[in-house]
């Protein structure tokens, strides 16, 4: 993805106007367009839903000016599909303009992309051109909206973006806020003891913030385990691994892929899948049976020899980030 570096212009405004040409547009055909709009949306509400654009460069100009009137995130949802189905010239263009969401506002417009960046652009498999993309174009001081809630970015991509983030301390709350994101995220990433070292160099001033980041850098998941599943169809695709019944017993859940599996000391295996979609009618299979523990329970697929189910169940066990545990222990 080949994007510009320089800030873009606060949307509507004479600069937005001009670069309309990039993308093959003019302001009065896009000016036109939101005024067919407006006329077509039906009651007194505006209402994104009730509209029937297409996925062009056009539509994705008028739902940017809409967005400015209106910020929602079903305005977005919208302008995602634009981006979706665009060229890499019109896919640009609008990350450009979440970029000048964030960057300009007003508050509410910049909200709206905030969480429109982390449901729908942070969890894409282009999650790391699109971040990337709207660091070079953003100042610094307006990256607020934006690393607060990378969590789901991967760690490779945002690694220098929270670093310099950690030498602003007006931007330290929403690298806090990042930090968590990234351990506590359903599909947060992050490497813990590169967050740890981070960690040390911010003022948290968020008390419950700082607990978990600090139990996130410090402390294992902890886990009850019931009982175990152990895969005999050799057509499973995931040989080597073993299925793992558990409760969270930590304060605050928490994934990080392929966290080591520790027991008195030992490793072993790997945990690579949280809830792991499995059907035990479809799949042969053998359980190493055990009491279940109480509270909700998580199907988790490790990565480790079969034979070592049996050792793990009905149990207390830690799992460890990648590294950390070894970072600790120096």
């Known amino acids: 993805m080949s994007e510009p570096t320089s800030p873009p212009p606060p949307i509507g405004t004479p600069g937005w106007d001009r670069e309309l040409a990039g993308i093959g547009l003019d302001r009065p055909q896009v000016d036109a367009g939101v005024d067919q709009a407006l006329e077509s949306a039906a009651g007194d509400q505006f209402d994104p839903h009730d509209l029937e654009l297409e996925t062009d460069a056009e539509s994705a100009a008028v739902w940017v000016l809409l967005h400015q009137r209106f910020p929602s995130y079903g305005i977005l ?20 303009q979440l970029a000048a969401m964030l960057t ?15 449901v729908d652009y942070f969890e894409s498999p282009e999650v790391s051109q699109v971040f990337t993309a709207l660091a070079s174009q953003m100042p610094r001081s307006h990256w607020e909206c934006l690393i607060s809630g990378a969590g789901p970015v991967p760690w ?11 030498e602003v301390p007006a931007l330290h709350p929403a690298l806090a806020r990042g930090l968590a994101g990234s351990f ?13 070292a981070l960690l040390d160099r911010i003022t948290v001033a968020d008390e419950d913030l700082r607990e978990a980041l600090a ?10 385990t019931g009982s175990a599943v152990i ?53 042969a299979h053998r359980t190493v049976a055990a009491p279940e523990p109480e509270g909700r329970i998580v199907l988790f697929r490790v990565e480790g020899d079969p034979e070592h189910a049996e050792s793990l ?18």
């Open 231 to 283: 895969v005999d169809d050799p057509g499973w695709t995931h040989q080597g691994s073993f299925l793992l019944r558990a409760v969270v017993r930590s304060p605050r859940a928490r994934w990080v892929w392929r966290s080591e599996l520790v027991a008195d000391g030992r490793v072993y295996g790997r945990l690579v899948h949280w809830d792991f979609p499995f059907d035990a009618a479809q799949i």
């Open 104 to 118: 300009h506002g007003p508050g509410p417009v910049a909200e709206s992309a905030e969480y429109g960046l982390w």
């Open 156 to 166: 490779d991509a945002k690694r220098r973006v929270f670093r310099e983030a950690a």
């Open 215 to 224: 139990e996130a850098t410090t402390q294992p998941l902890r886990l009850r």
């Open 77 to 96: 949802v919208y302008l995602r599909m634009c981006w979706s189905d665009g060229d890499h010239v019109l896919q640009n263009w609008v990350v450009r």
């Open 184 to 196: 506590y995220d359903v599909y947060g990433q992050v490497d813990a003891v590169e967050a740890a």
């Open 313 to 330: 169940v009905n149990r207390d066990i830690e799992a460890w980030p990648p590294g950390l545990r070894e970072h600790l222990a120096r």
